[in-house]
């Protein structure tokens, strides 16, 4: 150490010694920074015996009556020490005066930037210039790049190296996500703190107040220049936004692969589920809707909801939900919630711990006026269980079978017996319940015995009939009646039983598989098939007596609901919901998408917003109908779409770089164009409607000039410059420029209209004003970001309308609620959950009344209602639990 301070000492005073005449302006530094500071230099000091140095950089001003500013580097509060090998500091100290450069050169006509070579969002630049720095700021020469290190303009290089897919999720971090240096007073003097950034980063990451603040994200440095308006960040809002939001519609009926998923209520409400949550529709009465309908919502659940079974009493409702994964990737337990569908309050939580993967099936006990219920889990021996509904005890529990099991009820006539049916099997349970102490019931099992018929490959549902037989639907079409009989030497039942279950009678009904049947009042029974999609009514004796056909485009019958007099609701495996009978037919009240969703967009003067994904379907919903105004089919995935300013027509961006333009009205094709052969990520208009801007992912941004009625387009330009995939853009108010976000975090700004060059000195758009902000990184939306974030953490982000809130999807199933601007570490938020899988879009409406959300792969639409600061409700808590959707059921049976 004294070594050190010797070395130190006789630095400082060669320094001040010496004057070289080599000034700023022969490393190509800003005109305002070679007037303050007219000689510097830099000098290495090895400590003996180590490969380990010091780095000074020491400016002297050009007069004393330099204007004020930040303290020369050389101050001891400033001077930042690091690491460094021989070989390095060879290499820079063999540059000479030139060492003092931030980069190469500028180009002729263009700024140098302090800073070195790395751009704003961490990557480097393709022109060699180094990162925005204020006049008068002089940043630490930076290390030779490494070999590594992602270049800009990547396209042309091979497809292995440019990033193709989002980056591994949740990798947790210990750094922290935000470092920001006060003045040097509120440092004490302190040096400044070493940068967490990734291996070899040598870099300094304080920063002076008023100029800068610095994140990290996978290691990686994003500098965010503050507005020149702000002096300082405690002057910006720190608390949640005073807006709440409330859960006013939710789009979409998950049939594509559930079952046990449609009942309705004493009430007359239907009660169905999508991602988390259960749907109470009513088809009548009530505000809004298709027929004048209304929605309710228990929102109690925290992974998505796998089936459903109602209470004798037609007001209590059970619902099982599946297994999921927490923010930290640790295993979350299913569970059955028991709860009042006119309070929507909780009354029971059964299982917890007690089901693995998920609940598959549940059912109601009918002859004990629902006293008990019957559970089987997802797990593989498919563990069926028997609880007290009261009081949460489990009384009964056995291996089921290694097959799946589709569905399970008890006898309405005996609650000892319960029968379970799925692939390959029909099994028939005798439940004693053990006078009622938990975990003394015992379950025996007989097999249903197919004797000279055909074992089908599923048995998906059944229905227990008024005389004590059962009938089943099969994946033959078949319905098969099954009764009891004596067992005789030709028929061995189990275990020496005296009874076994045969099949009584078989009736053809549907080419293909049977999905549903459902018991009326009037004692018929209603069939639903899957590949032929006909809905048939049987008489005694399965006597025919009416059909329906449902049309093609809404899907096969997967459940089927009798609701006052002759109405029937009929669930489909594309996701709709439909009502009527059998004589008139039937039309939708709820549809909804199919697979995994991404493209969102609102209407710029109208309540209504479009949707696409991966079910390759284009959907335009009227957001105060709640209906679906219209759909077509891409024939390719849809990724992103944006309104024309004047709504008459809408650009769609597809996974193969193609982009369409189509007529909202006619919903015809006035445009199509092909950019590369890489999946567009994001399109945008300007606000007055004369450019569109497309980002790829081949690292580009290609520039449309449009006409004004928006059909007609010519190419304008190309914006070259990322070194990653585009992920979010947005354009300034007077349409002039751009700010972009790529896949490797990098925060770039171009102006459009004077050619789509790419603007070096970021810091001189500090001031900008947005059109819209939906890039997630940057300096009025970096709190949003949370601690040991690996940089996909944000899916969406949205700000409203008027510039008061700022709503973000994010990986964890969550839309969160905050200030705007939001320019505060760790800034708190409002937490809204519901949806099943990761959000992967927000976008507030035209007039910021309405919230829109995309779920990824629970394929739901969320519409929430903005609540304004004054006597607005407070949103339901949600659960610490993180959802995630569960692996699909085979789409076979």
Same mark, same amino acid.
């Given at each position: ?183 040097t007073e509120s440092r004490g003097g302190k040096d400044p703190l070493s940068s967490p950034g990734g291996p070899g980063s040598r870099r300094s990451n304080y920063n002076l107040e008023g100029i800068s603040v610095k994140m ?121 919630? @028991? #709860? /009042?569908?006119?309070?929507?309050? +909780? &009354?029971? $939580? *059964? ?34 269980? @028997? #609880? /007290?509904?009261?009081?949460?005890? +489990? &009384?009964? $529990? *056995? ?43 015992? &379950? ?173 379907q284009l959907c335009l919903w009227d957001g105060e109908g709640h209906a679906l105004a219209w759909s077509i089919d891409l024939k390719e995935t849809g990724l992103c779409a944006d309104f024309h300013p004047s709504g008459a ?245």
């Amino acid at each position: 150490m004294e070594l050190v301070k010797a070395a130190l000492a006789e630095a400082l005073r060669l320094l001040r010694l010496q004057a070289p005449p080599n000034s700023l302006q022969d490393s190509g530094a800003v005109a305002a920074t070679r007037d303050r500071y007219t000689h510097c230099h830099t000098l290495f000091l090895f400590l003996p015996g180590t490969s380990r140095g010091i780095r000074l950089i020491h400016c002297l001003p050009s007069s004393p009556a330099a204007p004020p500013g930040p303290p020369p580097p050389c101050s001891p509060a400033l001077v930042s020490r690091g690491t460094q090998t021989e070989a390095e500091a060879e290499r820079e100290a063999s540059l000479g005066p030139s060492g003092l450069s931030n980069g190469p050169p500028a180009p002729q006509g263009g700024s140098e930037e302090p800073g070195g070579t790395q751009s704003e969002g961490g990557g480097s630049s393709s022109s060699g210039t180094g990162s925005p720095g204020p006049p008068g700021i002089l940043r630490l020469t930076q290390p030779p790049q490494r070999a590594d290190t992602p270049r800009r303009n990547s396209s042309s290089s091979s497809p292995s190296e440019r990033p193709r897919q989002k980056l591994s999720r949740k990798a947790a971090s210990s750094a922290n996500l935000l470092l920001r240096s006060g003045s040097t007073e509120s440092r004490g003097g302190k040096d400044p703190l070493s940068s967490p950034g990734g291996p070899g980063s040598r870099r300094s990451n304080y920063n002076l107040e008023g100029i800068s603040v610095k994140m990290f994200l996978r290691g990686r440095p994003i500098t965010m220049y503050i507005p020149s308006g702000i002096r300082s960040l405690e002057e910006l809002p720190s608390g949640p936004p005073p807006e709440t939001l409330s859960l006013d519609w939710v789009y979409g009926y998950r049939g594509r692969d559930s079952r046990s998923n449609l009942f309705v209520l004493r009430s007359g409400e239907v009660v169905y589920f999508i991602a988390c949550v259960v749907v109470l529709y009513r088809p009548e009465g009530g505000p809004g809707g298709p027929g004048g309908g209304g929605q309710r919502h228990y929102r109690g659940h925290t992974d998505c909801v796998r089936c459903l079974a109602v209470h004798p009493d037609g007001v209590r409702v059970a619902s099982g939900q599946t297994a999921g994964v927490d923010k930290d990737g640790k295993p979350l337990q299913p569970v059955v919630h @028991v #709860w /009042d569908s006119e309070t929507l309050l +909780k &009354l029971q $939580e *059964i299982g917890l711990g007690a089901f693995e993967r998920g609940v598959g099936a549940l059912a109601f006990s009918v002859a004990d006026q629902g006293a008990f219920l019957c559970v089987v889990d997802d797990s593989n021996e498919h563990m069926l269980s @028997v #609880w /007290d509904c009261s009081r949460g005890t +489990k &009384l009964a $529990e *056995i291996k089921s079978t290694n097959d799946s099991v589709l569905a399970v009820g008890f006898s309405p006539r005996d609650s000892s017996c319960i029968v379970t049916s799925g692939k390959s099997h029909v099994h028939f349970w005798n439940w004693s319940g053990g006078a009622g102490v938990p975990g003394n019931g015992t &379950l025996t099992r007989k097999q249903g015995v197919f004797g000279k018929y055909k074992k089908p490959k599923f048995i998906p549902c059944f229905v227990f009939l008024p005389d004590g037989d059962i009938l089943t639907g099969d994946s033959e079409g078949n319905i098969l009646t099954w009764g009891r009989s004596l067992s005789d030497s030709r028929t061995p039942g189990r275990g020496g039983a005296k009874e076994t279950y045969g099949i009584v009678a078989q009736a053809h009904a549907h080419e293909g598989s049977i999905f549903a049947l459902c018991l009326r009042r009037d004692g018929t029974v209603l069939s639903g098939g899957g590949r032929d999609r006909r809905l048939v009514q049987w008489g005694p004796g399965l006597v025919a007596l009416q059909e329906a056909e449902i049309p093609e485009h809404f899907g096969a019958v997967r459940a089927i609901a009798e609701g006052p007099g002759s109405q029937l609701l009929v669930g489909t495996t594309k996701n709709a919901l439909l009502r009527g009978d059998l004589a008139q037919g039937f039309s939708p009240v709820i549809q909804g998408h199919t697979d995994e969703l991404w493209g969102l967009c609102t209407h710029p003067f109208q309540n209504r917003f479009l949707t696409c994904g991966h079910d390759r379907q284009l959907c335009l919903w009227d957001g105060e109908g709640h209906a679906l105004a219209w759909s077509i089919d891409l024939k390719e995935t849809g990724l992103c779409a944006d309104f024309h300013p004047s709504g008459a027509v809408v650009a769609v961006g597809l996974n193969t770089g193609r982009w369409l333009v189509l007529d909202t009205e006619t919903r015809e094709i006035v445009s199509d164009v092909t950019d590369g052969n890489e999946q567009l990520s994001v399109v945008r208009y300007s606000p007055d409607g004369l450019y569109l801007a497309i980002g790829s992912h081949d690292n580009m941004i290609y520039i449309y000039s449009v006409s004004s009625d928006g059909a007609k387009s010519n190419r304008f330009g190309r914006c070259v410059g990322h070194s990653s995939f585009i992920t979010h853009l947005d354009w300034s108010k007077d349409g002039s420029f751009i700010m972009s976000n790529s896949g490797d975090y990098e925060i770039l700004y171009w102006d459009v209209v004077g050619g789509c060059k790419l603007l070096r000195n970021r810091y001189d758009s500090r001031d900008r004003e947005w059109a819209t902000y939906t890039c997630v990184l940057g300096f009025h939306v970096y709190g949003v970001w949370p601690d040991g974030s690996d940089g996909t953490d944000i899916n969406s982000l949205c700000r409203s309308h008027n510039e008061r809130v700022v709503a973000v999807a994010d990986d964890f199933c969550k839309v969160h609620l905050f200030q705007y601007p939001c320019a505060r570490a760790k800034a708190p938020s409002l937490v809204y959950g519901g949806h099943g899988s990761h959000v992967t879009s927000v976008r507030f409406t035209h007039d910021d009344s309405h919230l829109i959300s995309l779920g990824g792969k629970d394929a739901s639409i969320f519409q929430w209602r903005v609540l304004g600061a004054g006597g607005a409700v407070p949103a339901p808590a949600t659960p610490s639990r993180t959802p995630s959707l569960s692996p699909a059921s085979s789409l076979d049976v």
